[in-house]
């Protein structure tokens, strides 16, 4: 039988009501981490925590649009956790909108969600009275849009992108702390909201964005293991860094 990579490990995950997020707290789960799951759904935060693999979980609802709310919401919740060994940011909002409408509202809500509620949990979770006396591993679901950039997402982009170089600066000042900071950069995965976009537009489209991927779309199991990886003694060497799991996306 295989080992389980996170066994006892407490792990926070935020976007763990959808997609990556969820997908990232059931493999998780499946490797012995005990799990905090943050989301902004009630209903669908219950739905992920039905099924995950048995542990000690919870779960929290906040709305990661307003940064400044986060660490009243989160503390009382963090006392009963217990010490952090992991921290997975896979929430995240994406706007497609030509660059004359992106007013700064737009830049607003997504950097509010994409970078500034993931650095605001990181500044709380690395507190030393939170984090494991042995360290800790963060991880920030970045983008490949964050590298090569796409018409129409410059709010996105950038904010993938910031991420990306955020997490470069973090790894060195949480080092002290013992705390491997990285990034994941994902192309298109497969995932219910990519169907929902995918049913509006014309099959020709859908065709052309298989194309731009050698090996295909993605799936968010896909990403979850590199989670994994990224949070395990496995990758202990490893921080700063911004590892593309993009199906060749970029290679192109």
């Given at each position: 039988m295989m080992q389980e990579q996170l066994l006892s490990r407490n792990i926070v995950i935020s976007g763990g009501s959808?997609?990556?997020g969820k997908e990232?707290?059931?493999e998780c789960s499946k490797q012995g981490a005990n799990l905090l799951i943050i989301g902004r759904n009630a209903l669908t935060l219950q739905e992920t925590m039905n099924s995950l693999s048995p542990g000690c979980h919870l779960s929290l609802v906040i709305d990661l649009n307003t940064p400044d709310e986060i660490e009243n919401n989160l503390l009382g919740t963090l006392s009963t956790f217990g010490k952090?060994?992991?921290?997975?940011?896979?929430?995240?909002?994406?706007k497609t909108l030509p660059f004359d409408f992106s007013k700064p509202p737009v830049f607003r809500d997504v950097f509010n969600v994409n970078v500034f509620s993931g650095f605001e949990l990181s500044r709380i979770l690395s507190n030393?009275?939170?984090?494991?006396p042995n360290g800790a591993s963060f991880v920030f679901i970045a983008s490949i849009l964050?590298?090569?950039?796409?018409a129409g997402t410059v709010a996105y982009c950038s904010s993938k992108g910031?991420?990306?170089?955020?997490?470069?600066?973090l790894a060195l000042e949480l080092n002290r702390k013992k705390i491997r900071v990285n990034a994941i950069s994902p192309a298109i995965v497969e995932t219910q909201l990519t169907k929902t976009i995918f049913e509006g537009i014309p099959q020709e489209s859908i065709q052309c964005l298989t194309n731009m991927h050698p090996l295909g779309f993605g799936r968010a199991s896909d990403i979850a293991q590199g989670c994994i990886y990224l949070l395990s003694?496995?990758?202990?060497w490893i921080t700063g860094s911004n590892l593309i799991?993009?199906?060749g996306y970029s290679i192109q």
């Open positions: 959808s997609g990556i990232c707290a059931i952090i060994d992991g921290f997975v940011h896979s929430a995240g909002i994406e030393k009275k939170y984090i494991s964050g590298v090569v950039g796409r910031a991420v990306i170089s955020g997490v470069k600066a003694e496995e990758s202990r799991i993009d199906g």
